[in-house]
């Protein structure tokens, strides 16, 4: 056999991988978990009970509540083992210490962890790509943290928008921590 087809299996794969990669309008960076964080801490801070979400930006325009009905429903179930409402009229069962804080088009760089923070958080106008900064939240530090970016939205009912909302619940609440078993690529 010949270098020539050896490599042409290699080349096809890669092409195939950078057309699929091309195609993508959503990604999701997850930073590495607090050394705290721990799914016993999540279940005690959201199981059975509402988890505050606190949003801060539209990239869309629009009504602050109208656009929290649309983020809200892709959030929902994406806790894995962990029954609860992530709700921005939280009930008296949320814990006061925990929040989900989501920041679309910051308009100053700002470290994800700062999300934590009480005050507001200055967001550009709509329009253009989205980014998004996320964290899960106890008192004013990070838990977890991700930030996620959509190249063309087309708006709160885009499915791409909605995964986008949905891969950053994910990212927030990973199912284990790499290092709890040695960070081996089964973790």
């Given at each position: 056999m010949t270098k020539r087809w050896r490599l042409a299996p290699a080349l096809a794969f890669s092409g195939t991988a950078l057309?699929?990669?091309?195609?993508?309008?959503?990604?999701?960076?997850?930073?590495?978990?607090?050394?705290?964080y721990t799914l016993s801490e999540v279940a005690y801070a959201a199981s059975d009970r509402d988890l505050r979400v606190v949003l801060?930006?539209?990239?869309?325009?629009?009504?602050?509540q109208d656009f929290a009905r649309k983020v809200l429903p892709s959030m929902q179930?994406?806790?894995?083992?962990?029954?609860?409402?992530?709700?921005t009229t939280p009930n008296d069962t949320a814990r006061r210490d925990y929040k989900v804080v989501l920041a679309f088009n910051v308009a100053e760089t700002m470290l994800n962890t700062g999300l934590c923070t009480d005050g507001p958080?200055?967001?550009?106008?709509?329009?253009?790509?989205?980014?998004?900064?996320?964290?899960?939240?106890r008192g004013g530090g990070a838990m977890t943290s991700a930030t996620g970016w959509l190249d063309r939205p087309q708006g709160p009912?885009?499915?791409?928008?909605?995964?986008?909302?949905t891969d950053m619940t994910f990212s927030l609440f990973p199912s284990r921590r790499a290092d709890s078993c040695g960070g081996g690529p089964d973790c």
């Open positions: 057309l699929l990669g091309g195609c993508m309008n959503e990604r999701v960076v997850a930073s590495e978990p607090a050394p705290a801060h930006g539209n990239p869309f325009g629009g009504d602050a179930n994406r806790v894995i083992g962990v029954r609860t409402t992530l709700t958080i200055p967001t550009r106008p709509p329009g253009g790509p989205i980014i998004v900064q996320g964290a899960f939240c009912d885009d499915p791409d928008f909605r995964q986008l909302i």
